[in-house]
C-alpha cells in the first residue's frame, strides 16, 4: 500500500498465480464411486511496496492440494464411505517468516440411502490430526456427524 502527498492510500501490489487442477469421477461398477482431486498454484508476489514480499509466496495459498472420497452401495441400500484430502503448508504472512504446516485429513461414512430418505454416520478427522484453515484459526479435531437427507 502507498500513499500519495494528501495522504490518500492505494494498494498497488501485484500477485500472479499459475497453476492447473486434475479431477478423476469414476463409477466402475454399480454403487462403486470415486472421486479424485489435485491442484497446483504458483502464487507469487511479483510487485509490492514491501521490496521484502517481492518473488515470495502469497499468504494462505497452498502449492499442492489434494482430495479423494471412495463409496460403495451394497445390500441394496447400505453404504460406506472413505476418503481425505493433503493441504501443502500455507505461509501466514507475505514476508514468509511464519506458515501454517501441511497436514492430511482422513474421514469415513456409513449410511442408509432409501428413495426419499438418506440417513448417514460420518467421522471426521479419524486419524485426529491438526489442522487450520486459511485464515491460521485451528479446525475441529475428530468429531462425528448424524444426518438426515430428504430428497425431492
Request: proline letters at 3%; hydrophobic letters at 40%.
Amino acid at each position: 500500500m502507498r500513499r500519495d502527498e494528501k495522504g490518500v492510500s492505494f494498494q498497488d501490489a501485484e500477485q500472479v498465480s499459475k497453476g492447473w487442477e486434475l479431477e478423476f469421477v469414476a463409477n466402475p461398477f454399480k454403487g462403486f464411486n470415486i472421486f479424485a482431486g489435485y491442484a497446483y498454484n504458483d502464487n507469487k508476489i511479483v510487485r509490492a511496496t514491501d521490496k521484502t514480499t517481492e518473488g515470495k509466496k502469497a499468504a494462505s495459498a497452498p502449492e499442492n492440494v489434494a482430495n479423494f472420497w471412495v463409496s460403495y452401495k451394497f445390500l441394496k441400500n447400505l453404504g460406506l464411505g472413505f476418503g481425505g484430502y493433503y493441504v501443502d503448508k500455507m505461509f501466514f504472512s507475505s514476508a514468509n517468516t511464519f506458515y501454517i504446516p501441511s497436514y492430511t485429513l482422513l474421514n469415513a461414512t456409513a449410511f442408509y440411502d432409501l428413495p426419499k430418505i438418506r440417513f448417514g454416520l460420518k467421522i471426521n478427522n479419524l486419524a485426529d490430526q491438526k489442522n487450520w484453515d486459511g485464515y491460521g484459526y485451528a479446525q475441529p479435531l475428530r468429531n462425528y456427524a448424524l444426518s438426515l437427507s430428504v430428497k425431492f
